[in-house]
């Protein structure tokens, strides 16, 4: 079992940034696909990007490219999103996932454990 706990949400005003972290626990994830997540109020969740177990590959959402930067750091089981000149709409729920299989998937069905998200609201 791993266990996810983000952190770093807030709010801040349009064009601001913010770094989110996610810690795990439970056991290593240097061999896990990391993935983060959003929902906005009344919306589906929707990919943000993802990262290899490696961290030599990463993928983004087209709505984010440019914006963010995930990283991670397997010797301290954390992975982060670093957002920057965020919008109003990029307000939401922000999830950070654990993938097992090595599919480098962005789906969110792919992923096995989840976090319990961390709230970032963004105001014009």
């Known amino acids: 079992q791993v266990q996810l706990v983000e952190s770093g949400g807030g709010q801040v005003q349009a064009g601001g940034s913010l770094r989110l972290s996610c810690a795990a626990s439970g056991r290593t994830i240097s061999t896990y696909t990391m993935g983060w997540f959003r929902q906005a109020p009344g919306k589906e969740r929707d990919f943000v990007a993802r990262?290899?177990?490696?961290?030599?590959?990463?993928s983004y959402a087209d709505a984010m490219k440019g914006r963010v930067i995930i990283s991670r750091d397997n010797a301290k089981n954390t992975v982060y999103l670093q957002m920057i000149s965020l919008r109003p709409e990029d307000t939401a729920v922000y999830y950070c996932?654990?993938?097992?299989?090595?599919?480098?998937?962005?789906?969110?069905?792919?992923?096995?454990?989840w976090g319990q998200g961390t709230r970032v609201t963004v105001s014009s």
């Open positions: 996932a654990a993938e097992s299989g090595l599919t480098l998937s962005t789906s969110g069905s792919e992923y096995d454990y």
């Open positions: 990262i290899s177990p490696t961290g030599l590959s990463t």
